[in-house]
């Protein structure tokens, strides 16, 4: 009988502290000591750093005479809130009284001492030490290994049972302070196409002992550009034929600097917005002068990019106005030249409209000759080049030679003469030939 009364007893006694009956006791935490987001880090000189942290009393709840003192000290309420906050101090919560009284609450746990601590104290796998120091508990790790970069840092208390009886984590940037680090400028970040723009990285910094040696830009529409100087100047394009509106693009420059023992820092950015235009720069004799093409979007197909649609690709059209832009009859005989070849791309799967195509070419290609006088040697060398020119991807080799077998064995076309121009789609100026 006795043993099923102890049995009982035991039963109520269990189920009286889970339902509250019994009150909560004050528990001792802690916490990574910190003036900033709870973190106090130092590093030494093994590449490991030191955790100092605390322990401190977190209460299980206040009774109604202590939050009525806590109430008393508050200097920053006012005699009115104090007096709403004592109607009903009985009913309201520890969580909310501590966010009216945060600053009173932790300094009513101040005076508390700490109790004889029992356990293990870890960090990321490395034991430490827990000392009294006065009336305040504190904790420290030697020896906490870092990567470079973000670490997280987790911190376990156990007890003898190796319990986890409190954890805690924070993180930590470990930087390196052999590295360089880059700052770039921009002297616009919006403007109207096309926009100049330069990109300025004077303010990079080099690390401890080192030296920047090269600045790595990239512009953001395509191009990179390593070079020694800190600053390079950039023109940027938003060209849409049918703008009617604001329309915008931003770009990305980015800017990575490398010290001469080859330490390179991290890559920053800036946004730079173009608002576009429907208009383009033409060069002296009207011709018009497209944005320069994306380079990888350009390559990526065997027609490649031709915003203002003439007829030619962009980076040719670029090529033939800044090599031949004291001549504009030049530079209309070539693009013509580089039109047919567009025209060619055309009909790569159709071998007779090849043919067709390619005795075209030809005829017209008669304009370069007449253009350069006969000057045999001097318009074969200009053709070349702008074959290599256009011809300038595997996929478009490939085409080429395909092009030339289907012509394979076909009879070469009739010169054109002074009745059909020469050739020329296009009136000469007479200023070609130089």
Not at 34 to 54: A, D, E, L, Y
Not at 350 to 367: G, H, P, V, W
Not at 377 to 402: H, Q
């Amino acid at each position: 009988m006795l043993s099923q009364l102890a049995r009982c007893g035991y039963l109520l006694i269990t189920v009286l502290i889970l339902q509250g009956c019994f009150p909560k006791k004050d528990v001792w935490n802690f916490a990574i000591n910190s003036p900033q987001n709870n973190t106090q880090i130092k590093q030494n000189s093994s590449n490991s750093i030191i955790v100092f942290g605390r322990f401190y009393l977190e209460k299980a709840s206040l009774t109604d005479k202590e939050k009525e003192k806590l109430l008393s000290k508050a200097k920053s309420l006012s005699e009115e809130d104090k007096e709403e906050l004592r109607s009903k101090l009985s009913t309201i919560s520890d969580k909310e009284l501590k966010s009216f009284l945060s600053k009173e609450f932790k300094s009513e746990t101040k005076d508390k001492k700490i109790p004889r601590l029992k356990g293990t104290l870890i960090c990321n796998k490395v034991k430490g030490t827990i000392t009294q120091i006065g009336s305040y508990g504190s904790w420290v790790v030697r020896g906490v290994k870092l990567k470079e970069g973000l670490n997280t840092i987790t911190c376990s208390f156990y007890d003898k049972k190796r319990t986890i009886k409190r954890r805690v984590s924070v993180t930590y940037n470990e930087v390196d302070e052999s590295l360089p680090v880059a700052v770039l400028n921009v002297t616009k970040s919006s403007c109207d196409s096309p926009c100049t723009v330069t990109l300025n990285a004077s303010a990079s910094k080099p690390g401890v002992g080192g030296a920047i040696s090269e600045y790595i830009f990239e512009t953001g529409d395509g191009k990179k550009v390593i070079s020694q100087s800190p600053s390079i100047e950039h023109t940027y394009y938003n060209y849409l034929p049918e703008s009617t509106n604001n329309s915008t693009v931003s770009f990305k420059a980015k800017l990575k600097v490398v010290q001469a023992d080859m330490k390179e820092s991290s890559v920053v950015e800036k946004l730079i917005t173009v608002n576009a235009t429907n208009t383009l720069p033409t060069i002296d004799g009207g011709d018009l002068i497209p944005p320069p093409p994306n380079e990888e979007l350009n390559d990526s197909t065997l027609k490649g990019i031709d915003i203002d649609n003439d007829g030619v690709r962009d980076d040719v059209e670029l090529w033939i106005n800044r090599t031949y832009s004291d001549s504009a009859d030049i530079r209309r005989a070539l693009k013509q030249n580089a039109k047919n070849l567009q025209r060619k791309l055309d009909f790569i799967d159709d071998k007779e409209a090849s043919i067709e195509s390619t005795k075209n070419a030809l005829r017209e290609a008669e304009c370069l000759y007449h253009v350069l006088n006969y000057e045999m040697l001097r318009a074969s060398k200009v053709s070349k080049s702008l074959r290599v020119i256009f011809f300038n991807t595997r996929a478009r080799l490939i085409a080429e030679d395909k092009i030339s077998t289907d012509f394979n064995g076909q009879s070469l076309p009739e010169r054109p003469g002074k009745d059909e121009n020469y050739g020329c789609s296009f009136n000469l100026t007479k200023k070609g030939a130089k």
